[in-house]
């Protein structure tokens, strides 16, 4: 069974800066980060963002269980 995401009406992708999520953590917002870098890119690399949730472009399917439902801000990121 395949699920679809789906935006609220009143969510909207966006990109945010470094800065800005930073200040929404700071004013203690929950935000979940979402790696989706490609495998490669991702083995390679020795920085991780703590508490990030690995959901590769290629297999976005077999990770949507690990995304938890969220109001606040969710941030994904890749190279």
Known sequence: MS??????????????????VQQRI???????????????????????????IRVPPDKIDEHLGKIPPTKGLMVSYCT
């Open 26 to 52: 700071d004013r203690g917002e929950p935000v979940v980060f979402l790696d989706s870098r490609s495998e490669k890119p991702w083995e390679e690399s020795d920085i991780r963002i703590r508490g990030a």
């Open 3 to 20: 699920k679809e995401l789906q935006l609220d009406e009143r969510e909207e992708i966006t990109r945010i800066t470094v800065d800005e």
